[in-house]
């Protein structure tokens, strides 16, 4: 079983629509969370990070943490073309996010 | 906001020959620095860590005489690929933190080698 499991897509939406990408993961030590997003041939883009359970909210992205069920999930509202590329969680044990483990990232397409 | 540069973004070389890539903090300091490797439709994978003054760590399985790390100063690190081969081709992809900061990694944008 790998430590972060994330459902690698594709998933198509149309434009406007609510997003919600999930992963779930095994480490229960896991502390600190985070959501990349990459475009293709480019590196991740750093959208949010959490430290344990909760909600954090940044514009249309919303980050939520639910330890007690190891699930993390990133909601995007009104969702736009240039949203699509490839989203990935990632999870740390420690606190200064040093060794980070990262999703296989959901493919993400915004259709106008 | 924290800026990563990677050097180059692109290189294609004959098999054998050795390849650096840069990695540069451009508005921070960072004692430590990832490498990362990315093989198409799969997520990172880490291969080291870098830190300014000292050897890198490298993760099981990554061969530390084959992918030589130098952390030379606070907002310069290199990664070179020694007597590259096909099987080395992948996306290279370097992070830093910044000093003092308990904020996540910021990425490069990346390296695409190709081992002809």
């Known amino acids: 079983q790998k430590e972060v499991e994330q459902d690698p897509g594709p998933l198509s939406v149309p434009e406007g629509a609510i997003v919600s990408l999930n992963c779930t993961y095994s480490n229960s030590a896991f502390q600190y969370f985070m959501w990349y997003r990459q475009y293709s041939r480019k590196g991740p883009e750093l959208l949010m990070y959490t430290y344990s359970s909760g909600n954090k909210e940044d514009g249309r992205f919303t980050a939520q943490v639910d330890k007690s069920s190891k699930y993390i999930s990133l909601f995007i509202r009104d969702s736009q073309p240039s949203d699509s590329a490839t989203y990935l969680c990632a999870m740390s044990e420690s606190g200064g996010y040093q060794k980070v483990t990262f999703g296989t990232g959901t493919k993400l397409q915004v259709i106008p | 906001g924290a800026v990563v540069s990677q050097h180059p973004s692109w290189v294609i070389c004959k098999s054998g020959t050795s390849v650096k890539i840069e990695c540069r903090s451009l508005?921070?300091?960072?004692?430590?620095m990832f490498w990362y490797r990315q093989f198409p439709k799969q997520s990172l994978m880490l291969m080291a860590t870098s830190n300014e003054g000292s050897k890198a760590t490298y993760e099981q399985g990554v061969e530390k005489d084959k992918f030589l790390i130098n952390h030379a100063s606070l907002t310069l690190s290199t990664l070179t690929v020694t007597s590259a081969h096909p099987e080395d081709s992948s996306f290279y992809i370097c992070?830093?933190?910044?000093?003092?900061?308990?904020?996540?990694?910021?990425f490069g944008d990346g390296t695409r080698l190709s081992i002809l």
């Open positions: 508005d921070f300091q960072a004692t430590t």
């Open positions: 992070s830093a933190r910044r000093v003092g900061s308990n904020q996540p990694q910021h």
